[in-house]
């Protein structure tokens, strides 16, 4: 059905909901270009100011996703479950869970019960991307064909992707264009986004990270709240079993920020050698959360958890997270061998001025000095220096002597020196008085 584009940009600012006609109408004209971008940019504009209704939202996810190809399903390859966080700073999750679920549904269902195709996105801003974390290790490609991506799930059932340029590719047009239009922060917007993509990867069930705080693109509860509402009801709608968890995201978390230092920290945790407590216990939740959804009744949370525990102290995650690498031409041993060469990159300390408990350590702060460093990209297409960051040795709540290292910048190089930002306080703060830790659980929306 044709329309002119004009009157829908009127009519979506004039606060009207849009039919299925129209949003496809919408959609189609923008790939095809008929539609330029000073349309859609004013379009996105109207959304922005005017939002869109629930059914609305609903149709644009579905027809984003159907703009492109999705991954097809062997057969006999179980539950279909990923993760989507909103991004954080310190947030390897996603290595891990790929790992922890696998080796969990394998010993309790067997082994096709689970399969986790996770396709994640490059850092942008001061918020990491789990492809610049996985690009650190030598070898290891996540730009794979969708064929290649389905033989992985047909011969391990896991894998970790990029977005192909088939999945979902209007997404990636409208991305670009809210990235330059001011037209980003908008729940509708978001939604159909983020939905698009996970879509397009066929799954049974999804678990969203959606992180709250100085560090995070929510800053607020209720902000969080809406997000992650909106989220599960339009997977719902279209058959997807979802659940939200709200976690926090003022102080990084675990303790390394850096694409090659989080690599680090994930050989760390399954090779249970430390373990920060914060990190295990999002990991934990989210691994929980997914399982639950793959059990279907046959477990609750606390009884998945408890599962996610007992095969921590097997040797089976860290297997799956070596195997993981593998199966897409990295090595976990370069990687090791790799991490030995690089302990002595030049280190800047940061330290306590006073003595007390860590009050606040700016997760915001954190992740802007990494992306200085070279550590994140101004543009999509900026290349980065993996190998600079933030180690942590102090979280909130901890008792801290003054003198006391807080954390330290990993340089590559001592040229790097002049890059870090000057921010007297560091982002740091000490009480006097005894400060709780981070609960960094927030509320679980269903
Ligand atoms: N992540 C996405 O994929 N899309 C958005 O709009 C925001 C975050």
């Known amino acids: 059905m044709a329309f002119h584009v004009t009157d829908l940009i009127k ?3 004039s606060g009207q909901s849009h039919s299925e006609d129209e949003l496809r109408f919408l959609i189609d004209g923008y790939l095809a270009n008929s539609i330029r971008d000073y349309h859609m940019a004013a379009w996105l504009m109207a959304v922005f100011f005017r939002g869109m209704a629930f059914e609305e939202m609903r149709v644009w996810a579905r027809l984003m996703w159907q ?3 999705s991954v097809a399903r062997p057969v006999r390859s179980g ?7 909103t991004g954080g700073v310190g947030d390897k999750t996603s290595l891990l869970l790929v790992p922890i679920v696998k080796a969990v549904s394998e010993k309790v269902w067997g082994k096709n019960a689970i399969s986790i195709p996770m396709i994640s996105g490059r ?9 610049d974390k996985l690009d650190s290790v030598p070898g290891f490609s996540s730009d794979l ?8 799930m047909q011969t ?9 340029k088939d999945l979902a590719p209007v997404d990636r047009l409208l991305y670009a264009l809210r990235d330059v239009t001011a037209t980003v922060e908008c729940v509708p917007l978001i939604v159909s986004s983020i939905l698009s993509k996970k879509f397009a990867e066929n799954l049974d069930g999804l678990v969203f990270d959606v992180k709250l705080g100085a560090g995070a693109f929510m800053g607020n509860l209720g902000e969080a709240r809406h997000l992650a ?4 009801a339009v997977a719902k709608s279209e058959g997807l079993h979802s659940v939200g968890v709200l976690s926090a995201m003022d102080e990084p978390l675990g303790w390394k920020v850096g694409n090659q230092l989080e690599v680090e920290e994930c050989v760390d945790y399954l090779s249970g050698s430390r373990r920060e407590a914060g990190l295990h216990e999002v990991t934990m939740e989210l691994a929980s959360q997914m399982l639950a959804l793959g059990a279907r009744g046959k477990l609750s949370v606390p009884e998945c958890r408890e599962q996610c525990e007992s095969i921590l102290q097997s040797d089976l995650p860290m297997k799956l997270f070596s195997q993981l690498f593998e199966s897409q031409g990295g090595s976990v041993q370069q990687f090791q061998k790799r991490r030995e060469a690089l302990a002595k990159r030049p280190r800047v300390p940061v330290v306590a001025e006073g003595s007390g408990y860590l009050e606040w350590l700016d997760a915001q702060h954190i992740g802007r000095l ?8 101004e543009t999509k297409e900026s290349s980065i220096d993996a190998d600079v960051g933030v180690e942590i040795f102090k979280k909130i709540g901890d008792p801290v002597s003054e003198g006391e290292k807080i954390y330290e910048i990993v340089l590559s190089s001592d040229d790097a020196r002049e890059r870090i930002p000057n921010r007297g306080d560091g982002g740091i703060k000490i009480s006097r008085t005894a400060i709780e830790s981070t609960r960094w659980i927030k509320e679980i929306v269903r």
């Open 11 to 13: 009519k979506k600012r």
């Open 67 to 69: 703009s492109g190809v």
């Open 79 to 85: 539950f279909w479950v990923d993760k989507h966080s």
């Open 123 to 131: 850092g942008l801003g001061f918020s990491g991307g789990t492809l």
């Open 145 to 152: 064909s969708i064929e290649a991506a389905e033989k992985l």
């Open 156 to 164: 391990q059932g896991f894998f970790m992707l990029g977005q192909t």
């Open 229 to 232: 509402q909106s989220l599960v």
């Open 370 to 377: 990494v992306h200085a460093l070279g550590g994140g990209r």
